[in-house]
């Protein structure tokens, strides 16, 4: 288990970036795959993006394909969503998870054991 927490959300107008982090608070961050979901407000949780405990698999969400990308720095026990090219739909609270589980259920909330607080994220038009 280990307690993750996100930062970096704000106000953007569309077509703008925001880069998200998502910090361990142990350094274990090397065992986990980190997602990536966000939810707005009436929807359900959407997967948005996932990299492996190395770094050597990603997944990306076909809504954000080409204008987000995931990255880790196991180092700093840091995780990283970099989202460009903004648009008002992907306005959403935008949560970073962990899970020791296989990457192949990285799309999956349900198989996360450690989430983040969350942070907002909205774009105006």
């Known amino acids: 288990q280990v307690t993750l927490v996100e930062s970096g959300g704000g106000l953007v107008q569309a077509g703008g970036s925001l880069r998200l982090s998502c910090a361990a608070s142990?350094?274990?961050?090397?065992?986990?795959?980190v997602g990536w979901f966000r939810q707005a407000p009436g929807k359900q949780r959407e997967f948005v993006a996932a990299?492996?405990?190395?770094?050597?698999?990603?997944a990306l969400a076909g809504s954000v394909q080409g204008r987000f990308s995931v990255s880790r720095d196991n180092a700093k026990n840091t995780a990283y969503l970099q989202m460009n090219n903004l648009k008002p739909e992907d306005s959403a609270v935008y949560y970073c998870?962990?899970?020791?589980?296989?990457?192949?259920?990285?799309?999956?909330?349900?198989?996360?054991?450690?989430w983040g607080q969350g942070t907002q994220v909205t774009v105006s038009s």
């Open positions: 998870a962990g899970q020791t589980r296989q990457f192949e259920y990285a799309p999956d909330p349900n198989k996360y054991n450690s």
């Open positions: 142990v350094r274990a961050l090397f065992y986990y795959t």
């Open positions: 990299i492996s405990s190395t770094g050597g698999n990603t």
